[in-house]
């Protein structure tokens, strides 16, 4: 959550600062601020409530001249969204700014010890905590310490921070420090110039070359250079990586909205995929750093997917992905029970941890957790080198490309993908997929990027889902049912329309509607059915009959020549006909237009859905 960009160089830093926020946004968007050393030494801070556009306001107004700060991108935690709890916060003598990303769990007990030292607070944030401690421990330790001062506050905090530090006695470098699963902390190392972010589309832009730091790790950025270290006090050269995302992967482009973007990229995000993976010819998947070999893969007894959100409903359908191809049995679980359940692992289970971000904080612990039990550890993941990415023994990479819109959608049909890539490698490795059945269900993958493709043309030149929303805007609680492959697709499609249109809904298993939720339906509540024509279709067509019986409406995923689903429905979302593992990948698009669709019809902010963050890096 939150988002920090700084910069050191020579270049006015306000501007940057701004843009790279502006990147950041994703993030958190409730207050934003920066601190800024101006050409007078001193610290120069500015602070707005709500969006980055007031900060802007702000600067605009009261501009800032400098070539050293640090901005902030807030989502709350600790306090309202104000602009006396946006940060940065500083020190009663303005000698100290500072940004987190993070959570001071022990901010009650440090905030009692400061008051009694004789601190006062401003803010109601754990944050205020940290400046404070910082300003004690630089004027109680050596002289003139500023990283030994950042050292002695990280080591008092508890739970996870990311931390910039900008100080006035200190006016050529930021320090940027991580402790805990806190967010990336992604360093940026130019020609003259450094700069640190908490994730890469805010310095994209500028530089190619980035360190990312781990917990525990602090980097002191001048102009000249960057030097690295740990809480312990250590010194030592990092390797960078060099990111290959171009800035424009980052733009919004000709779209009106990141979501709207990613939706209708989903051709090309799935052909990069797909992309040095399909073996046409040899009929199999390539994948680089599965993290198993075929003795691994042939002993393991149990697979476990963790993941929240959006995510965790991939895993819903990586279950009988591997299942079924690979024939060994899956749990799936959400991060966030799972971490604090003390599940049952062994060196024959394969965790398989799904997350767009990377930086989930549940997730990550979940990953922790599965490699104190010493079980083998896979992360599907969009960004690469991020923290899950770098912890886990076996990694793919979704190469879905940045994804901006907090409403995750190219993510999800890319994570979808690399799990079907997953289970026939693992059904390759322990021989339990014959030779026809990979043939065909490789040959359909390259398939899939088309189909998309043109699932998308169709809806973009029919304008349909613009005309759905005009109808359903007005409900106010939407079903969706699905059975077998496509009940993950009932609870993403559902999960998509309450993120961002803020109607309720809920996803279920069709089968479950007589044991309960068949009694919500009247005219009032619209159904929307998952009615492929796969192995459970005559049983869909059922379900639908019996919400029609009470008078329900129903909107059907089907095939455009399927006359008597056609009929039976309300409204029909077509999708092509494939093959019945492609099928959920794609049957899940016609619902993201529709939720995108419906939130632009009641006027919801698409990108900026109130109270959500696009990284959870919290608890
Ligand atoms: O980055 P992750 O995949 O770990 O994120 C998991 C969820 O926070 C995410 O999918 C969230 O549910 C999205 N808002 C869904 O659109």
């Known amino acids: ?115 009694e030292l004789g601190y006062a607070f401003a803010s109601d944030t754990d944050t205020e905590t940290i400046v404070h401690l910082l300003h004690y421990h630089y004027h109680n330790g050596s002289d003139a310490d500023l990283e030994g001062a950042v050292r002695a506050t990280l080591a008092e905090l508890r739970g996870p921070s990311a931390v910039v530090v900008v100080s006035r006695a200190h006016p050529g470098q930021l320090i940027a420090a991580r402790v805990g699963n806190a967010g990336g902390v992604a360093i940026g190392l130019g020609a003259g110039e450094s700069m640190v972010a908490s994730d890469l589309p805010a310095i994209v832009e500028h530089v190619r070359e980035v360190v990312y730091l781990e917990s525990g790790e602090f980097a002191v950025l001048t102009a000249a250079g960057v030097e690295f270290g740990n809480l312990a006090g250590d010194r030592y050269a990092k390797q960078p990586v060099t990111v290959d995302w171009s800035p424009e992967a980052v733009e919004r482009g000709p779209y009106d909205h990141f979501m709207q973007k990613e939706i209708y990229e989903q051709a090309q995000s799935l052909t990069d995929t797909l992309r040095g993976r399909l073996d046409l010819a040899g009929a199999t998947v390539r994948l680089e750093k599965l993290g198993l070999d075929r003795s691994q893969a042939a002993k393991l007894e149990r697979v476990v997917i963790t993941a929240c959100g959006t995510s965790y409903y991939a895993g819903l359908l990586g279950k009988h992905y591997i299942e079924r191809l690979a024939r060994i049995p899956v749990e799936v679980d959400y991060a966030g029970e799972f971490r604090y359940r003390d599940p049952v692992l062994s060196p024959n289970t394969l965790v398989i941890a799904i997350t767009q971000s990377g930086e989930t904080a549940d997730t990550l612990a979940a990953i922790e957790e599965a490699q104190r039990q010493d079980a083998h550890t896979l992360a599907i993941v969009n960004v690469v080198n991020s923290q899950a990415a770098r912890l886990c023994a076996g990694v793919v990479p979704m190469q879905a490309g940045p994804e901006i819109g907090v409403a995750s959608t190219k993510a999800f049909t890319s994570s979808l993908t690399c799990l079907l890539m997953v289970a026939v490698a693992l059904g390759e490795l322990r021989a339990t997929l014959d030779d026809a059945q990979r043939t065909a269900l490789v040959a359909e993958m390259g398939r899939l990027p088309g189909l998309a493709g043109g699932l998308l043309e169709e809806a973009r030149k029919s304008g349909r889902y613009a005309q759905l929303a005009q109808t359903y805007a007005r409900y106010h609680n939407f079903l969706y049912i699905g059975r077998g492959l496509h009940y993950a697709i009932a609870r993403e499609g559902a999960l998509k329309l309450k993120e961002i249109s803020y109607i309720h809904a809920e996803g279920y298993p069709a089968g479950e509607m007589k044991h309960g939720p068949i009694a919500l339906i009247e005219p009032n509540m619209p159904t929307v059915a998952l009615c492929v024509q796969d192995r459970v279709y005559d049983k869909m067509l059922s379900q639908v009959q019996q919400v029609k019986a009470r008078n329900g409406l129903v909107l059907a995923v089907g095939h455009a020549d399927d006359a008597l689903l056609a009929e039976m429905v309300d409204a029909l979302l077509p999708v092509p006909r494939c093959n019945e593992f492609i099928m959920p990948i794609l049957a899940v698009i016609p619902l993201q237009i529709f939720a995108y669709e419906m939130a632009l019809q009641r006027g919801a902010d698409v990108d900026q859905p109130r109270n959500l963050a696009k990284s959870v890096t919290v608890e």
């Open 1 to 115: 959550m939150c988002g920090i960009m700084g910069y050191v160089g020579p270049r006015a830093v306000a501007p940057l600062v701004l843009n790279g926020l502006q990147q950041l946004e994703y993030r958190g968007y409730d207050s934003a601020g920066m601190a800024v050393i101006g050409a007078d030494g001193e610290l120069h801070i500015r602070r707005a409530e709500g969006k980055l556009v007031n900060l802007r306001t702000v600067v605009e107004h009261s501009p800032v001249v400098g070539c050293v700060g640090v901005g902030h991108t807030r989502w709350a935690t600790h306090g309202p969204p104000s602009e006396r709890n946006a940060h940065p916060h500083i020190s009663p003598d303005q000698e100290f700014a500072v940004v987190q990303n993070g959570i001071v769990e022990n901010f009650a007990e440090l905030r009692t010890r400061l008051r």
